[in-house]
């Protein structure tokens, strides 16, 4: 197992050596860190959710953040893995609330928004982009080692997975839970069919 950390390590360090220094890339890195950092990504879906309060679409999002946060916190809680001591951690309104390593909560939630958004259109062409360069800016910026990545990958897999799959019950109940503690409420949780996953079209 120590040699398979030491593997680890080594391969993280040479990624995150290798990409430019300079202040334009870092810039990029850090507005992918940003663009699905957990917070202001909640917020911004539960002002969504106001702004279009019947639609299912937004509601589903905001379930499936939650049990991001959810999953990720216990996980976390669990493995207890540092970040790397390679990259100085200077940035504190990002790792504050979150000074554990594995998994990666940005690519976990990066992965399963490009899932929910999944089709054959060019918006998700281009939330493909984003979510493939927000799990690599992780292992650039020195905020977690490759493994982390690979496991919040897995994760987001496995969230889409669930919620609308063995565990679309338990995502409708979220669904009113939120809502109705939101303010916003649904005439049916059977509304959502979570055999066929959302449209963004009900947006409009």
Not at 6 to 27: A, G
Not at 130 to 149: E, K, M, P, Y
Not at 166 to 181: F, K, P
Not at 190 to 202: L, P, R
Request: with cysteine.
């Amino acid at each position: 197992m120590e040699a398979f950390k030491q593997l680890d390590t080594n391969i993280s360090y040479s990624i995150f050596s290798v990409y430019p220094k300079t202040n334009n890339f870092r810039l990029l890195l850090k507005s992918l860190e940003w663009s699905c950092h957990g917070v202001p990504f909640f917020a911004v879906t539960i002002i969504a959710l106001y702004l279009w309060p019947n639609s299912e679409f937004i509601a589903q999002l905001l379930v499936g953040l939650f049990l991001d946060i959810t999953y990720i916190a216990l996980i976390k809680a669990y493995a207890r893995r540092q970040r790397p001591s390679y990259a100085q951690q200077d940035d504190q309104m990002v790792i504050a609330m979150d000074k554990h390593s594995f998994p990666s909560g940005h690519a976990s939630r990066a992965i399963y928004v490009a899932l929910l958004f999944n089709s054959q259109s060019f918006l998700s062409f281009l939330i493909w982009i984003w979510a493939i360069s927000v799990c690599s800016s992780r292992v650039f910026l020195g905020r977690h080692f490759i493994t982390d990545v690979f496991g919040g990958i897995i994760l987001g897999y496995f969230e889409f997975w669930f919620q609308f799959g063995i565990g679309s019950g338990i995502a409708n109940s979220l669904i009113w839970v939120i809502t109705t503690v939101l303010g916003l409420q649904f005439s049916n949780t059977n509304d959502f069919d979570s055999e066929n996953k959302i449209s963004v079209d009900d947006l409009d």
